[in-house]
Each structure stands twice: as C-alpha cells, then as structure tokens.
C-alpha cells in the first residue's frame, strides 16, 4: 500500500522556521510530482508548492521567497523549508504524490505560527 508520511510540523512564532518532510514508500517516486497542499479552518486545500520529476518548481504567490520545496529520489523524500512564517501560514499540510490517473495524499501534519 501506497504511504506517504509528513512531519515536521509544529508551533512556531511569527518569523520562525519550520521544515516538512515527507517520506514516500511503495511508488516510483523519482518518476512523479509531488507537491505540499495547506488547507486552514474554513478554507478549502489550496497547492503551497510543487516539483516536478526533474525538479522543476512552483509556488503560490503567498510563499514565493519564503518557502522552498526540494526532493531526495535517493531517499523518496519532499521537504519544504518555510522561513519568515506568518500567522496566515496556520493549516495543515499535506503531502501530494501525482503521476498521470494516480494520485496521493498524506495524513497532513498541522502547523501554527502563534506568538
């Protein structure tokens, strides 16, 4: 069975940093996108970041400068390092692994920027 598992999240103050990992197993990882997805109380899940097999990019409006994905295919891993974190970065995030009709979700890791 398809896994894929964040941590990473936490509590954090208003200009801290936080970094996300998530660990893939059973899928050929390096062959798909993967891409972290936040979605806040009310709101409805919304693409953070995403990369693409041969690592090309792409961020929200709201993260750009500020948060940075990058991919292991060694490790099966995607991380997002988030740095200058708001009180409008609270959600959880999720995990999201894509080739062609498959697709994947994580459990979600929460994340709070609250002094």
């Known amino acids: 069975q398809v896994q894929l598992v964040e941590s990473g999240g936490g509590l954090v103050q208003p200009g801290g940093s936080l970094r996300l990992s998530c660990a893939a197993s059973r899928i050929t990882f390096r062959l798909y996108a993967m891409g972290w997805y936040r979605q806040a109380p009310g709101n409805k899940r919304e693409l953070v970041a995403s990369?693409?097999?041969?690592?090309?990019?792409n961020y929200a409006d709201a993260v750009k400068g500020r948060f940075t994905i990058s991919r292991n295919n060694l490790k099966n891993t995607v991380y997002l390092q988030m740095n200058s974190l708001k009180p409008e970065d609270t959600a959880v995030y999720f995990c999201?692994?894509?080739?062609?009709?498959?697709?994947?979700w994580g459990q979600g890791t929460q994340v709070t920027v609250s002094s």
């Open positions: 999201n692994g894509h080739l062609a009709t498959a697709d994947y």
């Open positions: 990369i693409g097999p041969g690592g090309s990019t």
